[in-house]
């Protein structure tokens, strides 16, 4: 008797899933690359350049969340490190939790933080009031128009 086994390309494939696994390591190293950019122009721009260290106070966190493009930076910055943070402490849960109902509730904890914290992050960084009303004039920025 001859048994013929059919060819494994015969059959209909299966459908393909997104692997988020590959997905998320992939955006682990993009992210970790474009936040060593943005946390060492952050650094550089608060600390070498101008009056250092010192300048720093209201008024040169108001003056730069004025301007649109520190805005963009910031917001990039606050959006990539705490995905990037979410995503490794996923991975930390993943590795060693090994009860299926505690990891998802660890995980789900961990997407409710993050969403939390992007959601008022962008909030303060877009609707930041650098001339506050009834704010004592030696403490605004230079921009600042006493009232």
């Known amino acids: 008797m001859t048994m013929t086994i059919e060819s494994p390309r015969s059959q209909t494939p299966a459908k393909k899933r997104t692997n988020w696994e590959k997905w ?21 721009s608060n600390l070498m350049v101008g009056d250092g260290v010192a300048a720093i106070d209201f008024g040169f966190v108001g003056g730069k969340l004025a301007n649109p493009f520190w805005q963009v930076w ?27 109902g505690l990891a998802k509730a ?10 939390l914290l992007i959601v008022l ?4 960084v877009f609707t930041f009031d650098p001339c506050p009303a009834g704010a004592d004039p030696e403490l605004l920025a230079s921009f600042c128009t006493a009232s």
């Open 106 to 115: 660890l995980k789900v904890a961990l997407f409710l933080a993050a969403a």
């Open 74 to 100: 910031d917001v990039l910055l606050l959006w990539l490190a705490l995905i990037h943070g979410t995503n490794g402490m996923r991975t930390i849960v993943n590795d060693y939790v090994s009860r299926p």
């Open 121 to 124: 992050g962008t909030l303060v």
């Open 24 to 44: 998320g390591w992939i955006y682990m190293r993009a992210s970790g690359v474009l936040l060593v950019v943005l946390i060492f122009g952050h650094l550089f």
